[in-house]
């Protein structure tokens, strides 16, 4: 068995391939921050401005000095003056001095003088002259003080950060309302083999319908890439290359699910190995479903050969086109993976020396997860579709009883 | 106080919306099953045919009769009559008959008269003529039968289905290259608050950029609605009432992020209580941040009033509106909270009868999670930029120790 047939563990697939991948000098492009959900930043960010811009109010209640308000109790009340109202939206047009005090609603400017908000349950007022302080306030109290979200200078958010809901809010925070990001990689998605015939024909006995295509741009999709379709390839090595050798100046990625069988999934890998250095690194890894994977980097480009069985064809997309997206999307984010502890409710039977993958359907009980494999042949796309995890059973486990708890990766 | 000011748990508040929510006839639409990621299925799936639509081989190998295998072993043989190759993609024109085998590959249709296969390891060729079988089979091993994933008349998917690769994957297997689903809910957005300016526009002094707009926007997009967002409302009921009068018929779900002010969210929930029956449900929730939160029903038309300050609106409504859009959306599925058990890393206080949310980081040390409380003031958008979830603390717990388990659910 030649070098490169020894199987590898799914991890060390990822180590190998991501240890030949250069995220540097990865494109960008400039976009309207309102659109941005999903991308990843590109360039540092930077506060132009203090945020926020002035001293505000926090509560409803008065703008006041705290030191008038010294010893100020219910029994004993403080009696300030009322100045006036401080208008949302508007920097006030009066100082609050000694004895003074101003209506000012949450989010208000704190008008000059003050130094602290008495609020609103704290105080009475009296008259429209004057209002009773029942509580002393310390210089700050009830106030967010200019600059205390962000310092102008300070870098707010760093190049690779994945941009969501919040950061969206945080960029116009500051009035950046167009950013820079990393393009999208662009993905292109190879099906081979004879049986194929594109999903919109009806399929001669014999023949079935190529559905790893569109799984897989719709994977691609869903993590921020750009899924390029090509029409199906024969079993046939020339044909193949051809294809491969194309479009591979343009693709970040390519993918490729080659046919089922052993002299098809050897073909792949021989004219992978053509397009590159250092081409095939690595050929089998040792999980099930999955095991026929091709791993390979040509020239700077990755490749995968997946299985040309959907199921473990998407079950091994997950583990391995999926994050590496995220790797040549730029993100630096840390991912939390998806992992819930659940407790299985039928025996399961597994082979040590092998890390098995189970399509299962995850349901909380009360406070508790129930989890109950699907059992499939790794073809029968409708188990997949039943399934809302995949059960993780470690290559040094042979197997585990109902009852037990075991790892559920989330879909 | 009036009754409607008695503040529920977000359980409450959730249930008492969606116990007047109707999601019956809504509209739908037919796109493109290859387009349909994040979809929600309107009809019940029927596959028209057999899935497979024929017998194949579920391994490369010999395509027998399994009684000519009786017995077979590596020291006692059975000897087979090679007859042929079955060739991917097309229909074998030869059957097997008694002391006969053809090869076949994994994916290849049986031929006639065979009924299993002999996996290529247990098997010898002797030359092009002739075929030792080292081991027994019985009728239908190594095969994948017709009908064996879906028989012809079966239902596949239900309506409420949400439409994820998987489900994609199944849809093409069956020749459907174009489904019903759901139209997409129509969420319109407004920001009320005579100190708010667009965010592309530079603020005066006491003035800020309206970012709950944008924020919310980007949630619903994320979960599957389409956005639109208005002009900023000033702070005046007329005006308020106008704008969602002109809208309430065309939308699907209407979200008004108020001021902060105890005046101005008394005036949105007047304002909302004209728009029809019931009205506002709920007038305060007893989480924090996100007390001031308003619910109404207003001719079958939910309303969502959400605290002013970005980050209690923002927590809210991943809790409130998130789950209101799937149920608009007409999703069925059982949903997984994505909520991570993780360690605290400090001692965090809280007030008992009311549920705590605080943005923190969480993060993987070796094969526990560590989580951070972030700490805030609920007007500093970039503590949730920082933040990867929402650490919980129940109502009736008043702290945590550092080290206690805690739950953090993901963002």
Known sequence: MPEFLKLVSIEEA???????????????????TLHALGRVLSRDIFADEDLPAFTRSAMDGFAVRA?????????????????????MGKAPEFTVSKGQAALIHTGGMLPQGADAVVIMENTQMLDSQQVEIHKPVTSGDNLILKGEDV???????????????????????????RIFVFAKPVVHIFSSGDELVSADIKPHPGQVRDINSPILASLVESCGGIPVLHPIVPDDARALEDALRQIISDADLMVITAGSSASTRDMT???ISHLGTPGVLVHGINIRPGKPTIVAVCDGKPIIGLPGNPVSGLIVARQLVKPLLKKINGQANQEINQVIE??????????AGRDDYLPALLEKKGQEFKVTPIFFKSNLIFSLSRANGLIHIPADITGYLAGDVVEVYLF
């Open 67 to 87: 030191s008038d308000t010294n010893g100020a109790s219910d029994s004993l009340p403080a009696y300030l003056n009322l100045i006036g109202e401080v208008e």
């Open 269 to 271: 890998a021989e004219v």
């Open 14 to 32: 990822r180590q190998v391939l991501f240890s030949h991948i250069v995220v540097e000098n990865l494109a960008e492009e400039e976009i309207e």
């Open 342 to 351: 659940a407790r299985l409710t039928l025996n399961l039977a597994s082979v």
């Open 151 to 177: 310092r102008a200078g300070e870098i707010v958010m760093r190049s690779g950060t994945l941009v969501r809901p919040e950061e969206i809010g945080g960029l116009l925070a500051l009035g950046k309302t």
